[in-house]
């Protein structure tokens, strides 16, 4: 594997299509180890959580009926939810931009005897024939990591039949107005919520090494409806009482104010 650049700053600027695939690309297979030593108990290897606010789908049920569905999960990781949803009857696929994450996922693969199919893709550019899935969804992955997330929401469209449910969720768009921080200085609002310039991790070149960007509430519904779908539900998970562990920006003394995770429910028009 090539060495991956290492982040000396940090800044808002403008990044495009090309770079922040990229970057994103590079950061998850560098990061992939890392990310799921510190996470991978909480998400587990056959298990299905939406968000760090321990949402689960077994409760939620907001994929709907998966019983002998095609599933595709967009920016998979590991792919614990797809492995999740083969124990539930369904046929699911999983894709990721990231080599580092599928290997991961080939791991829990091989410790659970749980095998789907992986594939590596740029959500914004899915390698499926059209109307080819029953549902599609991504647990935080793919969509605050791609440019033209309005082109991903047309994607994802179009490998779905009429009638399809494409469910997302991502950091909830009012977090952006706040510093990730876990404690009492994540309280303050210090960004304006409409400034959508990317946030950007930059090594000693000057090169992109994190990407992610931001879209409001509007802009979401949006890039929904113009991609052909109609929003069935926004789900905002509240912090659970007794549920203490931090997650990155995400802590039960920032969970009891604001809303941390928000999920987009769609279904695509007949």
């Known amino acids: 594997m090539a060495e991956i650049p290492r982040a000396v700053g940090v800044?808002?600027?403008?990044?495009?299509?090309?770079?922040?695939?990229?970057?994103n690309r590079q950061w998850w297979d560098g990061d992939a180890d890392s990310y799921h030593a510190a996470h991978g108990a909480f998400l587990g290897?056959?298990?299905?959580v939406w968000s760090p606010e321990r949402l689960r789908e077994q409760?939620?049920?907001?994929?709907?009926?998966v019983t002998a569905a095609r599933v595709l999960e967009v920016g998979c990781g590991a792919a614990m939810c797809s492995r999740w949803l083969a124990t539930h009857g369904a046929r699911p696929v999983a894709s990721d931009v990231s080599a580092g994450m599928l290997r991961h996922a080939r791991a829990g693969a091989a410790r659970t005897g749980i095998d789907v199919p992986l594939v590596q893709a740029d959500a914004q550019y899915l390698p499926f024939a059209s109307a080819s899935f029953d549902i599609a969804f991504t647990a935080f992955g793919a969509v605050a990591f791609v440019a033209d997330s309005a082109r991903l929401m047309r994607e994802v469209a179009r490998v779905l039949r009429p009638g399809g449910r494409w469910v997302f969720a991502t950091t909830h768009p009012l977090r952006w107005s706040f510093p990730d921080d876990p404690g009492p200085d994540g309280l303050t609002a210090t960004m304006p919520y409409w400034d959508r310039t990317p946030y950007v991790e930059y090594a000693d070149s000057g090169?992109?090494?994190?990407?992610?960007?931001?879209?409001?509430l509007g802009d979401r519904v949006r890039e929904i409806?113009?991609?052909?779908?109609?929003?069935?539900?926004?789900?905002?998970?509240?912090?659970?009482?007794?549920?203490?562990?931090?997650w990155g920006q995400w802590s039960p003394l920032r969970g009891a104010i604001l809303p941390g995770t928000a999920i987009y429910v769609c279904e695509l028009s007949g």
Do not use: I
């Open 11 to 23: 800044a808002r600027r403008a990044e495009d299509v090309a770079s922040t695939v990229r970057a």
């Open 45 to 48: 290897d056959a298990d299905f």
């Open 207 to 216: 090169e992109a090494t994190y990407v992610e960007h931001h879209r409001t």
């Open 225 to 246: 409806a113009a991609a052909g779908f109609r929003l069935v539900d926004l789900v905002e998970p509240e912090w659970p009482a007794g549920h203490s562990e931090e």
């Open 59 to 65: 409760d939620a049920h907001l994929l709907g009926n």
